[in-house]
């Protein structure tokens, strides 16, 4: 097996992800669905003489240890792939996310113009890009601090693991973290970096109280704070940050979220019509008054009414994107049916923009 015309390989077909496992043909992922690259099946040796090629001695003692491990590796190309490596009731199995070589334009992504204005301008407070994995959230963090680095004089700090896209300097400096080879844990790498003088903090994701606690004091001391969690929409990625604290500390938590929080963007990429590629789709929270008092108030199930009454233009709803992209034939009204959390809702959007499905 040659790696590296493998990953060649994935490249060229634009393959987001590549999978290696024991008995098994090399899988990839085009557009969301897997398929194998030939017949030929990997051998446990293949996998293990890979992986010992791959990692480094620190990283083979986690993986014995804890029986998987998170890695970056870089082809002769220079393509970075974001790995994993994990035993499976086979023997071990690795897993490769492709990383872009190109950061994409965040103009070009797909977002409202506001929400672009609103990331550019924000200067304190908490900015989240939500959604489950594979859908994008690492690459529109850096189309949004490569934005910032072009247009602002900031020093921008990122907590990484590993380190996906390699963000260059621009007017200001970017100082980018590895979990485990520069800064022991988020916790400790958010804490330390009150002493370096950030004006933009990323941190990879918020996966724990200590991690997400030490977020909103750097959000509350005058830092822009940039983050991922693995939710599906605002109200629950409200929720899920109040829940991870014990109840004595909600109150707390709940005023400082409140003060702190600007901004959640959810998205997912959802098949085109055409069955060619992905296309963005997503919800837009923008805090105001009403929203800040639900937060402290606990009222989080009244956030749904807020999006969904909203008429300053900063807000979007899921379905709406759904169904703009529907109306303008990107995707097919069955791909939104199926993509949608609340069908009848889309239903009713697309009726009312007087969408008559073919």
Do not use: C, W
Not at 120 to 146: D, E, H, N, Y
Request: proline share 4%.
């Amino acid at each position: 097996m040659d790696f590296e015309k493998v990953i060649a390989y994935a490249e060229e077909k634009d393959a987001s992800d590549v999978h290696f496992s024991v008995d098994m043909p090399v899988f990839i992922r085009i557009n969301k669905q897997m398929m194998p690259m030939g017949e030929e099946k990997l051998k446990v040796e293949d996998i293990e003489a890979l992986a010992d090629k791959l990692l480094h001695e620190r990283q083979k003692q986690i993986l014995k240890e804890r029986r998987q491990v998170d890695f970056l590796a870089v082809m002769k190309s220079g393509l970075r792939l974001r790995g994993n490596a994990f035993y499976q009731q086979y023997g071990l199995s690795i897993s490769f996310r492709v990383i872009p070589k190109k950061i994409r334009e965040l103009s070009e992504i797909g977002f409202p113009q506001f929400l672009y204005d609103r990331v550019m301008k924000t200067q304190q407070g908490l900015i989240l890009v939500v959604g489950p994995t594979g859908q994008g959230k690492t690459t529109t963090l850096a189309s949004i601090l490569q934005e910032r680095m072009r247009n602002k004089t900031e020093h921008i700090i990122t907590i990484e693991d590993p380190i996906e896209y390699v963000l260059p300097s621009g007017k200001g400096i970017v100082q980018q973290r590895e979990v485990g080879r520069d800064v022991i844990d988020f916790t400790f790498g958010i804490e330390s970096s009150l002493r370096e003088d950030p004006d933009v903090l990323m941190v990879g994701e918020m996966r724990n109280l200590e991690t997400i606690s030490s977020a909103l004091t750097m959000a509350e001391t005058g830092h822009t704070v940039f983050s991922t969690l693995h939710t599906n929409d605002g109200p629950q990625t409200i929720t899920r940050i109040i829940d991870v604290f014990p109840a004595d500390k909600q109150d707390q938590i709940r005023s400082q979220l409140a003060t702190t929080l600007k901004l959640i963007v959810s998205q997912r990429l959802v098949p085109t019509t055409d069955g060619e590629g992905l296309v963005l789709a997503y919800e837009v929270l923008t805090s105001n008054y009403a929203i800040q008092n639900y937060i402290r108030q606990n009222k989080i199930f009244q956030i749904p009414n807020v999006l969904q009454t909203d008429s300053s233009g900063y807000m979007v709803q899921f379905e709406q994107s759904l169904a703009g992209l529907v109306i303008e034939g990107t995707i097919s009204k069955d791909i939104a049916l199926e993509y949608s959390e609340d069908p009848e809702q889309l239903s009713a959007i697309l009726t009312a923009n007087g969408y008559k499905s073919e």
